[in-house]
Nanobody
């Protein structure tokens, strides 16, 4: 059974940093690309970043590009999203997701629609506020 569990969220001041973790179990992580999404109150879930199964150059959305680093530890069953220079608009619940069809390069990912992903974690809240 595929299981994803996020952690590492919290309250941080603008300009601060957080590293979110996604613990994967129940499947061979090294066979799957992993995506990160976020959902702010009243807004649709949006893609933030993704990384291929081999850990190639990740994709970053324009909203986090240059401020985030996504990397994975397949042996440890973990995927990490490091976020720096956090802004109030980064406030959201952050989710990691997997799907056997997820294809991710540094400029493109598919599926584009969050509802098409078949496995999600429960999410971790990130609040950026002074």
């Amino acid at each position: 059974q595929v299981r994803l569990e996020e952690s590492g969220g919290g309250l941080v001041q603008p300009g601060g940093s957080l590293t979110l973790s996604c613990a994967a179990s129940g499947f061979a992580l090294d066979n799957y690309a992993i995506g990160w999404f976020r959902q702010a109150p009243g807004k649709e879930r949006e893609a933030v970043s993704c990384i291929s199964s081999s850990g190639g150059s990740p994709y970053y959305s324009d909203s986090v590009k240059g401020r985030s680093t996504l990397f994975r530890d397949n042996a440890g069953g973990m995927v990490y999203l490091q976020m720096n220079s956090l802004k109030p608009e980064d406030t959201a619940v952050y989710y990691c997701a997997s799907d056997p069809r997820l294809y991710c390069t540094d400029t493109y990912y598919y599926p584009r629609i969050p509802d098409e992903y078949d496995s999600w974690g429960q999410g971790t809240q990130v609040t950026v506020s002074s």
